[in-house]
């Protein structure tokens, strides 16, 4: 039983994440279907910990929607969670929903990434309340993330409409005392399925109408917005600047001039103008505190309001309260508050690394020695291979985007005299979120692209969640495990191209490797190691350098393993007159998994077991 | 007025757990707190850091440099790294073990030789204790963070036994581990009264 559930009269310390999940089961939630993806993967984690709920690791995000549409159809309650990349991956279906709606409560909590910690771009995810015409929640904190959830469901079911809860990185992951009200129990008189051909199926005939009824929807929405508790004007006796702000900017704003006026949005799409006038003919400017893009600012332009925003905060990054003293100090053109910050001493810096005996370690070992060759990546803990000491990485666009980007480099280099050889590599669970349908593109073309697909069954970046490739659902129950070498032969790879390679026996690696670019056909090369964070992993006893037979060649470095570390390092001057960097390594035993790769680098055969 | 508190290491060294025992023995001796959390790419071997906020009550969460009353790093370059967040009167209880990542080990970036020092060159009032030997000593390396959060004890904004209980609550009914890491926390405790 999850900690949460323990007896709650009192306020709980819950992130932003757990709020919601806690929030949408006292809301009778009865489905939560997710793809797991940072900043959002611990709403649907923790849903799945409550009693009476079904929860799954949907295979993409598109999925997951999907699924929650379903579940919403057949009048149960339905949360689906998704980081703000994730919702691109769902928009095809998101659009329809604008048009059918929702029946029961249909929640969509988005997490952005805003100051981009863990993701390939910064989005504003509110956009898509207006490209959509669904209303939009943003909480301020982990206490409105709780309060708005529930809520979600109640607006989600009053308008039939899907409801957008707008999470960033700092509500997501901050955590706050939280006031827990009585849960909710899910209301079995909204079950049930009625057939409702002019609503949900979408055919060109049945399009005006939900239409019309769109724009109902909108003209009735705009009302609620007005009069909704979740959008306030807090007076204040500094009428120099008014703000207008929402999201977690809320605090900030009202931690650095706690004396100002506010209009705090928290349904703020559609945007509540009257509001927004209350405050503007009060003050003596408006400044709009918003992130990241300026949405709430330009649409109150074009009402007719004259506000600041994006001409003195930046359009990227979190607003912190120094980023908003500088903000007013431009506008007002006074003193800047504060000093100037500290600055940081001048250090190494410390990426993120693969662990102690990560499979990928052995691929990546080759990979960053190939000359003239592309390499295509994707998203997971493998995106690591762009950084030291691999270097073995060229591309990384989106999910699932390795192998079309891979199989448009060979094509374009078709008449080339020497094309360089193209690598994709992919992960199992990006694989099977939206890396099948460009395999199926690269065999159907006759294109020419060397795949890894680097199953160690697990999505692990983001905490080793469960797939379809490694047999275990969400709860650990057993399920049909793909064959990954069956499903790309029916994809398309012939038989013979399709090659299971152990990438801790490195001599090996190589030559399937190197034979498989060599060939002028698609070919798949499948890793068989398991994550080191994977159940299925078996450590092994830990490994030693022998420092007597370490002539500091260090291969072993060309590794990047987190346990290799050295002990000496030393230039000498061959024979030659070549200059050669030699550095003598040891093993931190408590680090060590045993994978044996060092070993199996080292020339010396100075690497033995402890 | 708050108290700033920032919890730095390395993913995997438990930065979380500490910084959260340390939020809600806050909120057991009747303040308000906030504390951030770190996921996704920074767990692996990566920087972590998490800003804890103590007061009468918290508005924005963020730890800002040049404002932070108490640095607590669990590993020794880690401590320079996040030593430009603390105030003129703040302080930093740094671990002295070193934790050197593959960029220094493969050459490209080097490890200063003695980070401590180099705070204390910048004017900055450091702890250095060598909390993984002292765990060590007490029978397992894991103790080190209770350790850490001995030594800090003293200088919460609340009475050093709430601390202390909160961090053996987090044992439960396991007496052993319990013992354990109230010998850790007391030797920490004591270390620098």
Known sequence: MHALLQPAAAPEFLSGNEAVARGAWDAGVELAAAYPGTPSTEIVQTIAEFPGVYAEWSTNEKVALEVALGASMTGRRALTAMKHVGLNVASDSLMTLGQVGAKAGLVIAVSDDVGFSSSQNEQDSRFWGRFVHLPVLEPADAGEAYAMTRDAFALSERYAVPVLVRLTTRVSHVKRMVGIETREAPDGRRHGYEKDAARWITTPNHVAKRLALRAERDAALALEAESSAWNRLEPGQDARIGFIVSGPAYHVVREAYPDAPIVKLGLSHPLPLGLAKRLATSVERVLVVEEVDPIVENELRAAGFAVHGKDVLPRQGEITVPVLEHAVSRLTRGESRGKAAARPAALFPRPPTLCAGCPYTGVYFWLGQLKDTIICGDIGCYTLGCGSPWNAMDTVISMGASLGVAHGMVQAQAGEAKPKSVLAVIGDSTFLHTGMPALANITYQGGNVTVLLLDNRSTAMTGGQNNPGNGRRMDGTPAPRIDFARLVEALGVKRERIRMADPYELPTFRKVLHEEMKIAEPSVIITSRPCVLAPEFERRRPLKVVVDDCNGCSRCLDLGCPAITVTRREQQTRPSGNVVELAWTAIEQAACTGCDLCAKACARGAIVPA | ?193
């Not at chain 2, 740094?94 to 200063?112: I, K, L, Q």
């Open chain 2, 1 to 193: 007025m708050n108290t700033d508190i920032l919890v730095v290491g390395i993913g995997g060294q438990g930065v979380m757990t500490a910084a959260e025992t340390l939020a809600r023995a806050a909120l057991a001796a009747g303040l308000d707190a906030t504390k951030t959390e770190v996921t996704g790419m920074s767990q692996r071997g990566g920087v972590v850091c998490s800003q804890i906020r103590i007061g009468a009550h918290i508005e924005a969460t963020e730890v800002r440099p040049g404002q932070t009353k108490l640095l607590l790093a669990f590993e020794s370059a880690e401590g320079l790294r996040w030593s430009h967040y603390l105030a003129h009167d703040g302080k930093a209880f740094v671990d002295s073990w070193r934790a050197v990542p593959p960029v220094v080990s493969s050459g490209h970036f080097e490890y200063p030789a003695q980070p401590a020092t180099e705070m204390r060159d910048a004017g900055v009032d450091v702890i250095e204790l060598d909390a993984r030997s002292v765990a060590t000593t007490l029978g397992d390396v894991r103790l080190a963070n209770s350790v850490m959060l001995g030594a800090v004890a003293a200088s919460l904004p609340f009475a050093t036994e709430v601390l202390r209980t909160e961090v053996l609550r987090r044992f439960g009914k396991d007496a052993a581990l319990a013992a354990s890491n109230a010998r850790a926390f007391d030797a920490g405790r004591d270390l620098t009264a």
